[in-house]
T-cell receptor
Framework: RKEVEQDPGPFNVPEGATVAFNCTYS??????FFWYRQDCRKEPKLLMS???SGNEDGRFTAQLNRASQYISLLIRDSKLSDSATYLC??????????FGSGTQLTVLP | EPEVTQTPSHQVTQMGQEVILRCVPI?????FYWYRQILGQKVEFLVS????????KSEIFDDQFSVERPDGSNFTLKIRSTKLEDSAMYFC??????????????FGPGTRLTVL
């Protein structure tokens, strides 16, 4: 089983749509959870950390279910500039990050 | 806003040659990392460095790889004898010493290594 598993997509959605990404992780001892975004041939950039109670940052909402080892990201009112690859990232007891393969999003005009 | 910088942006080398990739982490950060991303694949952890020594490394980080913090600002990754399969984007990252709530690693723009 992959350590961090994501639906690779691609997701092609019209501007203004709501889109949801899911992610599962295998290590129940994982301690920190993040969504990063990565534009083509660029570095990963932190989008948001994911907290147990769920958290929201503008149009973005992240949820964590530790019992199911499941993380989600919801993007509302999607913009053209949201087009990117979204990376589900987990940190275990060690400090390194484990990345999923990413979900590709294209927002269409 | 402070940022991680990396040089060069693109390095082309012949198989068997040594390369050194350079990174300048954010100045007050204490934890440093190297990751790599082969084209079309996921980002993979290589090594972490804290208090002037390696704290963790992955199975990718074999004897051909080494890291160093030669002065107070630079953090380098050396590949002694490059192989074709070392071709990838190499990202440096750094993190402040904080609680898990400030557990954010900041990534540099990467060095694209091409081994011919």
């Amino acid at each position: 089983r992959k350590e961090v598993e994501q639906d690779p997509g691609p997701f092609n959605v019209p501007e203004g749509a709501t889109v949801a990404f899911n992610c599962t992780y295998s290590n129940s001892a994982s301690q920190s959870f993040f969504w990063y975004r990565q534009d083509c041939r660029k570095e990963p950039k932190l989008l948001m950390s994911v907290y147990s109670s769920g958290n929201e940052d503008g149009r973005f909402t992240a949820q964590l279910n530790r019992a199911s080892q499941y993380i989600s990201l919801l993007i509302r009112d999607s913009k053209l500039s949201d087009s990117a690859t979204y990376l589900c990232v987990v940190r275990g007891s060690a400090r390194q990050l484990t990345f999923g393969s990413g979900t590709q999003l294209t927002v269409l005009p | 806003e402070p940022e991680v910088t990396q040089t060069p942006s693109h390095q082309v080398t012949q198989m068997g040659q040594e390369v050194i990739l350079r990174c300048v982490p954010i100045s007050n950060h204490l934890y440093f990392y190297w990751y790599r991303q082969i084209l079309g694949q996921k980002v993979e952890f290589l090594v972490s460095f804290y208090n002037n020594e390696i704290s963790e490394k992955s199975e990718i980080f074999d004897d051909q790889f080494s890291v160093e913090r030669p002065d107070g600002s630079n953090f380098t990754l050396k590949i002694r004898s490059t192989k074709l399969e070392d071709s990838a984007m190499y990202f440096c990252a750094s993190k402040n010493a904080g609680t898990s709530s400030t557990d954010t690693q900041y990534f540099g723009p990467g060095t694209r290594l091409t081994v011919l």
